[in-house]
């Protein structure tokens, strides 16, 4: 809670926070460039993310008391759910995990208890705030950096000593104008080849890691804490070249420059308002029907160890305590053999926002290979023209590899669009072996081409389960 507002003002936006320009079209829009279809999912995490702006913008009673709209995804496997949720992050400049529902278990059992995301979540949280701080002091760091190696190159002069006996400003100036000049060759790239010893301090202690290896996850972190604040900081002396030198210094030098104690505040308070925690699987901790012992008491045991965490509980972490009230929950699973209605009453209440994603079909699958901004057609083509080999699609090609992939999941296991990369894989694979010693570097793919690769595999159901 923010004490230095008063109860009726809203929170101030500031002009780096992307949500103060993102509206849910333009939510919409953004996913369009990545994700084909499924227009209901993207409208609801786009209304989603963008309700956590008007929170902000509300008076402090108020705000406190509004709760996220947790959403339950529902569909099959590839059909874009952990890519619309990682790509909404990603808009938001979010935090953002993906956990696996069926890696927890019940406290008492062996396994991760589930409070461990919320750990992932702030660590996460840390590690990008902390690359997003030292990009802004990027500059002085480098200025630094340049004056350290330069003190390795040339030794500073002895008139920095405090011993040393004033008038000789001759050789003080000799010195400046040669230390200049070492700037514009080091600058220049002329002593890139040069090897330069630097003291590096060391992260971790191998003999802290033994001792911390007890394999209980945030024990194990606090462990290393403790011990790390105990034990003197080693550092270690090591030859690199030039440019490799300035980069290891340069990120000491940011490190220096960002304030420790601010950065884990905002981590804090970042993962406490925009952290978004997407739980996969969620389908796996439902019960069978009639099951009252062994695995069927642990998964319903995740669902009411969830249920404290999805509602607003206070989760201790290694940098302090982070309340999981705000946090947006996005849970997806297939639901093939359970439903929705299968999980607890009280579970399913937090997830107030349904959204069922359509199974892809082939028309889907052309789209997905030709439109989005990162399209598999264009992926191949750029990494096949690093060799200098112009790889081209026609159309009707790629109608029959979008027909070929939705024949394999009609007849096989549906996974979606990752069908995709598994026959182009299976078209590619010759072109992409043979591709540094190829005569002829302009190929093009024709339909004729892919059912000439695919045509014994298709009609063998078969060898199209194992190698398709």
Known sequence: MDSTLPASAPRETGPADPMARLTPKEIVEGLNKYIVGQENAKRAVAIALRNRWRRQQLPEAMREEVAPKNILMIGPTG?????IARRLARLSKSPFIKVEASKYTEVGYVGRDVESMVRDLVETTKNMLKEEKEIEVKDKAREYAEERLLDLLIPPHPSVKPDFPAGDPLGKQ?????????????????????????????????????????????????????????LPQKKKRKKLKVPDAFKVIVREEAQKLVDQEKLVQEALERTQQSGIIFIDEIDKIIGRQGGTQGADVSREGVQRDLLPIVEGSTVN????????????????????????????PEFQGRFPIRVELDSLTRNDFVRILKEPDNALIKQYVALLKTEGVDLAFTDDSIDEVALMSATVNERTENIGARRLHTVLEKILEDISFDAPDLGDKKIVITAEHVREKLKDIIQSEDLSRYIL
């Open 79 to 83: 059909v874009g759910k952990t890519e």
């Open 174 to 230: 000799q010195y400046d104008h040669s230390r200049e000049k070492f700037r514009a060759y080091l600058r220049e790239g002329r002593f890139d080849d040069r090897v330069v010893e630097v003291e590096i301090q060391e992260q971790t202690s191998p003999m802290i890691e033994v001792i911390a290896g007890t394999g209980m996850g945030e024990m194990d972190n606090n462990i290393k804490d403790m011990l790390g604040s105990l």
């Open 317 to 344: 972490t290694r940098y302090g305590i982070v309340k999981t009230d705000h946090i947006l929950f996005i849970a997806a699973g297939a639901f093939h053999s359970a439903k929705p209605s299968d999980l607890i």
